[in-house]
């Protein structure tokens, strides 16, 4: 059974940077989409960054342009999300999902675009 395993969370001040990784157990990343979510408490998973690997496409929620990057080694199975300038409100858990490469990387700004999820690693962001 493939996994996805999220790394690299944690505490960090206000414009500091972290590395999020995001493995596959098995398969190969190079045919699909990749993408980043994350859940502050007591709000819903939203949208952070994906990536279509075979084309090579990349797309950011709006809050996050500019000050995160995603990219990731298709040898290695592994997704990379480098974040700076981080702000507070970036705070949450972190989720990286998997999903089919085959549609238009705005598609995978939605969930349904993904079939399989990591479990999430933490993000704090203290002023």
Avoid: H
Avoid at 30 to 51: D, I
Avoid at 83 to 106: H, V, W
């Amino acid at each position: 059974q493939v996994e996805l395993v999220e790394s690299g969370g944690g505490v960090v001040q206000a414009g500091g940077s972290l590395r999020l990784s995001c493995s596959a157990s098995e398969g190969t990343v190079s045919r699909l989409a990749m993408g980043w979510w994350r859940q502050a408490p007591g709000k819903e998973r939203e949208f952070v960054a994906a990536t279509r690997w075979n084309i090579f496409s990349t797309y950011y929620s709006d809050s996050v342009k500019g000050r995160f990057t995603i990219s990731g080694d298709s040898a290695k199975n592994t997704v990379i999300l480098d974040m700076d300038d981080l702000k507070p409100e970036d705070s949450g858990i972190y989720y990286c999902g998997r999903g089919e490469g085959y549609q238009g990387i705005t598609y995978y700004t939605q969930e349904k675009a993904y079939d399989l999820w990591g479990q999430g690693t933490p993000v704090t962001v203290s002023s």
